[in-house]
């Protein structure tokens, strides 16, 4: 079983920057992609950004050159670096990964999610 825990969320002004991380725990062989959603109140889940193991990301053009993912493979944790951030980028943000137990085991699992709050 892998466990991920989000951590850095709260409350921040508009303008101002958060940084979340999301860790993985368990008996884990391989992680793959790893990525972020966020959940706004009356709203579908939507993807955020996503980091394949070897580096590569993708991000939704709402947020595209305002935050910034990233991983450390050694330490098996995800990172989101949030910039100017928006009343809109107000959520429930979740961590999840495709991850294998043993070879070809592969899974998606997701964590409890932080709360990122933007107001003034």
């Known amino acids: 079983q892998v466990q991920l825990v989000e951590s850095g969320g709260g409350l921040v002004q508009p303008g101002g920057s958060l940084r979340l991380s999301c860790a993985a725990s368990g008996v884990i062989f391989r992680i793959n992609a790893m990525s972020w959603y966020r959940q706004a109140p009356g709203k579908q889940r939507e993807l955020v950004a996503a980091?394949?193991?070897?580096?590569?990301?993708n991000y939704a053009d709402s947020v595209k050159g305002r935050f910034t993912i990233s991983r450390d493979n050694a330490k098996m944790t995800m990172y989101l670096q949030m910039s100017s951030l928006k009343p809109e980028d107000t959520a429930v943000y979740y961590c999840?990964?495709?991850?294998?137990?043993?070879?070809?085991?592969?899974?998606?699992?997701w964590g409890q999610g932080t709360q990122v709050t933007v107001s003034s």
């Open positions: 980091i394949t193991s070897g580096g590569t990301t």
């Open positions: 999840s990964c495709s991850a294998e137990t043993t070879i070809g085991n592969n899974y998606d699992y």
